[in-house]
């Protein structure tokens, strides 16, 4: 069984910085370096949207078109990590984040699936990133 606890968000003004983490727990095969993890966000009356994404070596990093060049998506596998680091927030930004893992020892190509939100076999609970106007 995995877990992820999101931490890091908070009220901030528009052209802020701010830095969302996730922390992973896992038992048995569940090691962090066996998921590729990604970060997705839900407005309020929106879907759930793909954010950023990287691959289990860190190797491989993917982003929205609406958060790159804005925001860096990393993770440290020593500590069971991965963080959003997000520059130049905008109003539009503010939702709650979700940090999900992607299991990835069964082969299926993560280069082609990272974006949808149904592929993903762990989500944490969410952290609320608010940015004012």
């Known amino acids: 069984q995995v877990q992820l606890v999101e931490s890091g968000g908070g009220l901030v003004q528009a052209g802020a910085s701010l830095r969302v983490s996730c922390a992973f727990s896992?038992?048995?095969?569940?090691?962090?370096?066996?998921?590729?993890m990604g970060w997705f966000r839900q407005a309020p009356g929106k879907e759930r949207e793909f954010v950023a994404a990287?691959?289990?070596?860190?190797?491989?990093?993917y982003y929205a078109d609406s958060v790159k060049g804005r925001f860096t998506i990393s993770r440290d596998n020593r500590k069971n990590t991965v963080d959003l680091q997000m520059n130049s927030l905008k109003p539009e930004d503010t939702a709650v984040y979700y940090c999900?893992?992607?299991?990835?020892?069964?082969?299926?190509?993560?280069?082609?699936?990272?974006?949808?939100?149904?592929?993903?076999?762990?989500w944490g609970q969410g952290t609320q990133v608010t940015v004012s106007s």
């Open positions: 990287i691959g289990w070596s860190a190797s491989s990093t």
């Open positions: 999900a893992a992607y299991w990835a020892g069964d082969g299926r190509d993560y280069s082609a699936r990272y974006y949808y939100r149904n592929e993903y076999d762990y």
């Open positions: 896992g038992r048995s095969l569940s090691t962090f370096t066996n998921f590729n």
